[in-house]
């Protein structure tokens, strides 16, 4: 992605409304139709054609055709472009298997993990655009861990709550590598969009449900909370 597209793709998701719609079709089994998305995420669903339509345009959500089986026109559905891994099936078991033997022991799985990460993050932000300070930053991770499936929400105290892992069953499975690989990419990102900030801190797993980011030796959840 050019960082003309990517930018693009930043201020499509901008819109909270947009990240819902996303959300309901990324945790969805099977394509859905406009009016099904509209009344999942509570909106018109002329509104929710005008957000699918930006989605679309961004890469971030596809659209075809279906048969009903009966006569008319065949509806629209909508999936989007990248989904959560599966709980079970033949890519669970390779993704499993593949982090079991990425090397002999969890130390050296944890530290080819880092590597991997490092070398995704460079990858992956070849063309991010960087960043004027860390309120900026701030806000850029929370587009890219919404572009790989995390629904990232800003807490307000400078925490970035990651309420879904798209890999989550070979994360709880094998943390080291993918939790890992994770934390590489997260401070290689934040090293390149605010040059000079200290390394953040990924908690994993705090609930079952969610993963936290913060600052260095802050707790991921604050005392009375």
């Known amino acids: 992605m050019t960082g003309q597209a990517r930018a693009r793709a930043h201020e499509v998701l901008s819109v909270p409304s947009r990240i819902a719609i996303l959300d309901r079709l990324r945790a969805c089994a099977e394509p859905m139709d406009a009016h099904r998305v509209a009344a999942q995420v509570g909106l018109h669903v002329t509104t929710v054609r005008f957000h699918l339509s930006a989605l679309i345009d961004v890469g971030l959500v596809t659209e075809h055709s279906e ?32 982090a079991a033997h990425l090397a002999d022991t969890p130390a050296l799985r944890a530290q080819r993990a880092e590597q991997v990460g490092a070398e995704w993050a460079r990858q992956r932000l070849r063309s991010f655009p960087s960043a004027a300070g860390a309120p900026d930053a701030q806000a850029a991770l929370t587009m890219l861990f919404t572009e790989m499936g995390f629904d990232p929400e800003q807490a307000g105290d400078g925490r970035i709550l990651l309420h879904a892992c798209p890999f989550r069953a070979t994360a709880q499975a094998h943390p080291e590598v993918v939790c890992g690989a994770h934390r590489a990419l997260l401070r290689a990102a934040l090293a390149r969009l605010d040059p000079g900030a200290p390394a953040p801190d990924l908690h994993a797993f705090v609930r079952p449900d969610l993963c936290v980011i913060t600052a260095p030796g802050s707790r991921p959840v604050p005392e009375g909370r």
């Open 67 to 98: 048969r009903t089986g009966g006569r008319g026109r065949p509806r629209t559905v909508y999936s989007a472009s990248w989904t959560a891994e599966p709980e079970s099936g033949p890519y669970q078991e390779l993704a499993e298997l593949l």
